[in-house]
């Protein structure tokens, strides 16, 4: 493991406790709310296995697993997937296909090419040495035609502060990666967009947003969902 996934695996480990207590409400109500039904309107579960690419605690998967999924969830933080398996009650176990969790480095996974008929990747490409490497393994994983979902951090959200020790000459875990440079770097190496959701900052109306450049409603945004199918 490099010198930058090993600082990703120590810091998420750490993070991982106070994350489990958030991501309920994440993903329920929060900024995440909206990602799983934009998924399932590209991905449906008799598609084939999904992969939950940076699971966390594993809140996703659970969640597609009872919606009868078949989800395998990986995370480069071994604290992430415990608690990821910590998170699978009856009800998740009697899914038709409960979800699979192990750890990994996003950019180079155990798994033979086009397994995946889709792949959700949330705030996890920022996050590694090479943007590039990551979507072009997403690539190798995905079947022809398949669905990458990827978000993305607006250019003001608050996550992107693990990258500012930069400035002082000291490694970091986030690689300041832009929605535009992550939806240009998709197009240029496989990948066509099918679709953009911004997720708002609190604060700010969809009415203000809209109307507005591309460039100016991800500049709004918390985060950008990239609905991208794999050529």
Known sequence: MNEWSQMAKDQWDQF??????????MWEKGSRRTILPLFTRFVGPKSGPVLDAGCGDGYASCKLAVG???????????????L????????????????????????????EDGRFSGILCINVTEFTPSPLAALQE??????????????ILGPTAGPRGHSYRR????????NTMMPWEAKQLAEENGFTLLEEEPVYKEGVPASLAQPLP??????????????????
């Open 84 to 111: 990821a398996y910590d998170r699978v009650d009856d009800r998740v176990k009697n899914s038709p296909f409960p979800p699979q969790f192990q750890t990994g480095d996003v950019s180079q996974l155990p798994f």
């Open 167 to 174: 400035l002082y000459g000291e490694a970091t875990i986030q």
């Open 68 to 82: 009868g999924y078949q989800v395998t969830g990986v995370d480069i933080a071994g604290e992430m997937i415990r």
């Open 138 to 151: 997403f690539h190798r994983l995905l079947k022809p035609e398949g669905i990458l979902l990827l978000g």
């Open 16 to 25: 991982a406790a106070d994350w489990h207590k958030r991501s309920e409400n």
């Open 214 to 231: 591309v460039e100016l409603r991800e500049a709004l945004s918390f985060l950008t969902l990239f609905v991208l199918k794999r050529g």
